[in-house]
């Protein structure tokens, strides 16, 4: 069975410029999740879908924030302007029901 | 506002050395307890989730147990290759994961 799938792995940008960050969770999982590593601070959540719909998406930062999810398969994330404390790394996170989430191997963003 | 905190930050123990790693957490509604291992470059890994203060779960070497107020992880003469960082997370009201930092473990051989 496929994990979840996260592109790129990583992205270098410049202040001001957009980037989208792809996640494809594990087939069959209804919930998605993205979180944030901050250099030196702990993974935070961001967001939450419920298939296509923003079940919660509380620990959004700011409006230059914004998730997607068409058709409650894959997921996208797109800052846009990106700004420097933006850098960090991207999860991207899936499960089904009460079970445990799985992760992926995060989306690496530097904004420079 | 669920928090988590981990300690301690780091850890270096000798090949054989067994410890335990602590996890604090405050949480309304705890949902589950969960303990991820982490290796650089790559995403969380999920090892054990715990759901009541008395519960135990073991994988190897390793030994999570719940409290009210804290979990555990147990490492049980460890080996080079479970060096690692350790996070500990709730899931309580809001059905994201809470983090702590996580504890970064060296077991030298």
């Known amino acids: 069975e496929a994990g979840v799938t996260q592109f790129p792995s990583h992205s270098v940008i410049e202040k001001g410029q957009t980037v989208t960050l792809r996640c494809d969770p594990i087939s069959g999982h209804d919930n998605l999740y993205w979180y944030r590593r901050v250099m030196g601070k702990e993974i935070k959540f961001l967001l939450h879908?419920?298939?296509?719909?923003?079940?919660?998406e509380s620990g959004m930062p700011n409006n230059r924030f914004l998730a997607e999810r068409t058709g409650g398969t894959y997921s996208t994330l797109k800052v846009q302007p990106a700004e420097l404390e933006d850098s960090g790394v991207y999860f991207c996170?899936?499960?089904?029901?009460?079970?445990?989430?799985?992760f992926g191997q995060g989306t690496r963003l530097t904004v420079v | 506002e669920d928090q988590v905190t981990q300690s301690p930050e780091a850890l270096r123990l000798q090949e054989g050395e067994s410890s335990s790693l602590n996890c604090s957490y405050t949480v309304s509604g705890l949902r589950g307890l969960f303990w991820y291992r982490q290796d650089p470059g790559k995403g969380p890994e999920f090892l054990f989730t715990?759901?009541?203060a008395g519960e135990e779960k073991e994988k190897e070497r390793l030994k999570a147990t719940l409290t009210k107020k804290e979990s555990f992880l147990h490492i049980t003469a460890p080996k080079p290759e479970d060096s690692a960082t350790y996070l500990c997370a709730v899931r309580g009201g809001a059905d994201g994961l809470t983090f702590g930092k996580g504890t970064h473990l060296i077991i030298q051989p």
């Open positions: 996170a899936s499960r089904h029901s009460e079970t445990e989430a799985f």
């Open positions: 879908f419920v298939k296509e719909s923003k079940q919660d």
């Open positions: 715990l759901y009541s």
